[in-house]
T-cell receptor, first 116, second 113 residues
Framework: DTAVSQTPKYLVTQMGNDKSIKCEQN?????MYWYKQDSKKFLKIMFS???????INETVPNRFSPKSPDKAHLNLHINSLELGDSAVYFC???????????????FGPGTRLTVL | DQQVKQNSPSLSVQEGRISILNCDYT??????FLWYKKYPAEGPTFLIS?????DKNEDGRFTVFLNKSAKHLSLHIVPSQPGDSAVYFC????????????FGKGTKLSVKP
């Protein structure tokens, strides 16, 4: 059973389009994340979210928005796609238990987004 | 501005020998230091971690060393095996930050039979 899954695995689209990437975790975790790995291979946090709080990395454009229909899902919506959005996007989850740092994060396989 | 630096993009080691992967950081505010391993077309997987109050943590063939004064972290793998060939990411975490990880750029390890 896949712990953290993402769909689609590959996404090719035109500039200006709106797209979504879905993420689901079956680990019962209460915190989920989105990371972006750009062409320079840096993995950078975009959002972290649990049922109490959404924390947004201030460098993320507001064209990106996370949507969580329930605790097991955190989808990423991207409006008006730009060339610079091309990257691999990873979803992750962890059990947010106070006093139990470090929070081991479990990652999905990634979604490679290509904007033409 | 890179808070976490892995200055060696790649490392090649013979099977059975020791692999040493290095990581430097600039900010002392981090409380936990982690290593993740990543195979192609997969997400990173957690390998080993160390808290800022320790200087060594060992788990089987993997040992992580932390030198806080030098702001330096290293991962030792001994003996290295071909299955260890992957990209290794150093990641830092601050207590109370909802678990957000700050990653280095990764080092690609190749273990040759």
């Amino acid at each position: 059973d896949t712990a953290v899954s993402q769909t689609p695995k590959y996404l090719v689209t035109q500039m200006g389009n709106d797209k979504s990437i879905k993420c689901e975790q079956n680990l019962g975790h209460d915190t989920m994340y989105w990371y972006k790995q750009d062409s320079k291979k840096f993995l950078k946090i975009m959002f972290s979210y649990n049922n109490k709080e959404l924390i947004i990395n201030e460098t993320v454009p507001n064209r990106f928005s996370p949507k969580s229909p329930d605790k097991a899902h955190l989808n990423l919506h991207i409006n008006s796609l730009e060339l610079g959005d091309s990257a691999v996007y990873f979803c992750a989850s962890s059990q947010d238990s106070l006093g139990q740092f470090p929070y081991e994060q479990f990652f999905g396989p990634g979604t490679r987004l290509t904007v033409l | 501005d890179q808070q976490v630096k892995q200055n060696s993009p790649s490392l090649s080691v013979q099977e059975g020998r020791i692999s040493i992967l290095n990581c430097d950081y600039t900010n002392s505010m981090f409380d936990y230091f982690l290593w993740y391993k990543k195979y192609p077309a997969e997400g990173p997987t957690f390998l080993i971690s160390i808290s800022s109050i320790k200087d060594k943590n060992e788990d089987g063939r993997f040992t992580v060393f932390l030198n806080k004064s030098a702001k330096h972290l290293s991962l030792h793998i001994v003996p290295s095996q071909p299955g260890d060939s992957a990209v290794y990411f150093c990641a830092l975490q601050r207590g109370g930050s909802q678990g957000n990880l700050i990653f280095g750029k990764g080092t690609k390890l190749s273990v040759k039979p």
